[in-house]
Structures are given as structure tokens and as C-alpha cells.
């Protein structure tokens, strides 16, 4: 299944992604060039240079939400990524609808086992 169709633009995709991410009061927008959202070291949701927004949720919420709009697994690089859905521009318009997912995306981050930072540590 192809991904969704592109109908807004890169800088609109952006902004909605920022007023979604607004939306949720522990959730902190990071990345210059691609935009995404992680807690503990773990992303749970992105802006691809693909232009899609995606969302990373657990096994029951991925499978509703695939089922309900009709989209795909996120496909990047080549690679589907399992636990990533693509977020259909005609919902990402609707931040109020998409909030909820949201919400369960940064609460199933919060689940997963904190990865270590890559970062060295001044001395």
C-alpha cells in the first residue's frame, strides 16, 4: 500500500506538527531539520523528509489506528518501521482528533526501557 497523499506543504506540515506537539503539556519538539519528539532517548513521533508525520504507539492503539484511517506502517529507507504509523494529512489537519494518539504515543514512550545517551560528557 502506497503511503498517503501529500495535500499540504512542507512548512504547513511543520507548523500542524508544532501545534500538535503544543498541544501535549510534557512533549518538547526537537531537531532543526527533521522535527521529532523522544522521551528517555526513545522517538516517538516525526516529521520524515519524506513529508509524513509519524506516530510510534503500541500494538493495539497501531492496529485501531490503522484500521480507522486507513493508512500504512511507516516505510523509510526502505525499512518498515513496525511500530510507526503514518499520520494522513486530512487528520493532521485536525489537531483535536489526532491529540489523542498523540497522548498515547508519548504515553507508550514512557513504557519503553530509556536508552543510554550518545553524548560524551565534559570533563
Do not use: W
Request: hydrophobic share 30%; proline share 8%.
Amino acid at each position: 500500500m502506497p503511503p498517503p497523499k501529500q495535500t499540504i506543504s512542507p512548512e504547513e506540515r511543520v507548523a500542524l506538527y508544532n501545534k500538535l506537539v503544543e498541544s501535549h503539556p510534557g512533549a518538547e519538539r526537537k531537531g532543526a531539520t527533521i522535527p521529532y519528539t523522544s522521551l528517555n532517548g526513545n522517538m516517538y513521533s516525526y516529521v520524515s523528509k519524506d513529508g509524513f508525520v509519524a506516530l510510534r504507539l503500541g500494538k493495539e492503539d497501531r492496529e485501531a489506528f490503522l484500521a480507522k484511517y486507513k493508512t500504512t506502517l511507516v516505510l523509510s529507507y526502505g525499512i518498515i518501521q513496525k511500530e510507526y504509523v503514518t499520520v494522513p494529512d486530512t487528520l493532521l489537519k485536525k489537531t483535536n482528533e489526532l491529540k489523542p494518539y498523540f497522548d498515547l504515543s508519548y504515553n507508550y514512550a514512557v513504557t519503553l526501557k530509556p536508552k543510554p545517551t550518545t553524548k560524551t560528557k565534559k570533563k
